[in-house]
């Protein structure tokens, strides 16, 4: 089965920094998306920020012009920089992948069990 590892996750500061990564188990056939979302206790989940096959990456409100998504190429690990970080980013972030593996052989969405990062005051 295809298993997606988050790691880099922890308790930070506010203002500091945190560089997360997600390395699937095995190579997908075929990736259209990958990268982040983030829930918070009580709130619902939201995207943070995605890059597509074109490497065009997408945030979500509260991330733009903070964090940052790549990719390695073939995309077996994605990864997020994220600065100036507010206690509000506190949350459990969500890798995500949306591509095609071997099993199934159709395009579906993939969710690792996530990294908690929390911010601090």
């Known amino acids: 089965q295809v298993q997606l590892v988050e790691s880099g996750g922890g308790l930070v500061q506010a203002g500091g920094s945190l560089r997360l990564s997600c390395t699937t188990s095995?190579?997908?056939?075929?990736?259209?998306?990958m990268g982040w979302y983030r829930q918070a206790p009580g709130k619902q989940r939201e995207l943070v920020g995605l890059?597509?096959?074109?490497?065009?990456?997408t945030y979500g409100e509260s991330a733009k012009g903070r964090f940052t998504v790549t990719a390695d190429n073939p995309k077996t690990t994605v990864y997020m920089q994220m600065n100036s970080l507010k206690p509000e980013d506190t949350a459990v972030y969500f890798c995500?992948?949306?591509?095609?593996?071997?099993?199934?052989?159709?395009?579906?969405?993939?969710w690792g069990q996530g990294t908690q990062v929390t911010v601090s005051s």
């Open positions: 095995q190579k997908f056939f075929y990736i259209n998306d």
């Open positions: 995500y992948v949306r591509g095609v593996h071997a099993v199934p052989f159709r395009e579906s969405d993939y």
């Open positions: 890059i597509d096959k074109d490497g065009r990456a």
